[in-house]
């Protein structure tokens, strides 16, 4: 599925929402997006469609605009 949408981020999938992973992060439904920062802060949840490549677009932009 993640070739077939050209996803090329990384992903975490339990298969359920009662998994160590989904636990952890507090997974309520499939599927959760979160877009962290270059230091691994949450910045984003929920992004979907154009939304996600905007917030995406905007911790880029931080990213060119700092030294990590």
């Not at 009662?18 to 270059?38: C, E, F, H, S």
Request: aromatic share 8%.
């Amino acid at each position: 599925m993640l070739q077939e949408q050209g996803i090329t981020w990384r992903q975490a999938i339990d298969k359920t929402t009662q998994g160590p992973i989904a636990t952890r992060w507090n997974v309520q439904g499939w599927p959760t997006v979160y877009v962290l920062d270059a230091k691994g802060v949450i910045r984003f949840k929920g992004s979907r469609g154009a939304r996600l490549g905007t917030d995406v677009d905007k911790l880029m932009g931080e990213m060119e605009d700092r030294s990590y």
